[in-house]
Nanobody, 121 residues
């Protein structure tokens, strides 16, 4: 059983930065892939970024060059550094743990409770 707890959300102005953290407890499977999803108000949830256990990363196009996902395996923590934030980045952000099934990411090991990020214009 894996538990994930996000922190670091908040209210910022456009152009500012935030760093989200995700603490992972429990037994995380070897070779797991961590990911961040977000769900803007009234919209569907989307996958923002993933990072493998050997730190290979992927990003959705809208955040490339602005967001950086990283992980500290010794601290069992995953981060999402968000720079140059835009109002359209406003969403609840969820930390997840899973694996790639073929080319698709499946967050079947666990989800955090979510943290709100609000970017004002």
């Amino acid at each position: 059983q894996v538990q994930l707890v996000e922190s670091g959300g908040g209210l910022v102005q456009a152009g500012e930065s935030l760093r989200l953290s995700c603490g992972i407890s429990g037994i995380a499977p070897v070779g797991n892939v961590a990911g961040w999803y977000r769900q803007p108000p009234g919209l569907e949830r989307e996958l923002v970024a993933t990072i493998t256990s050997d730190e290979r990363t992927r990003y959705t196009d809208s955040v490339k060059g602005r967001f950086t996902i990283s992980r500290d395996n010794a601290k069992n923590t995953v981060y999402l550094q968000m720079n140059s934030l835009k109002p359209e980045d406003t969403a609840v952000y969820y930390c997840t743990l899973g694996a790639f099934i073929g080319a698709s990411y499946d967050a079947y090991y666990g989800w955090g409770q979510g943290t709100q990020v609000t970017v004002s214009s």
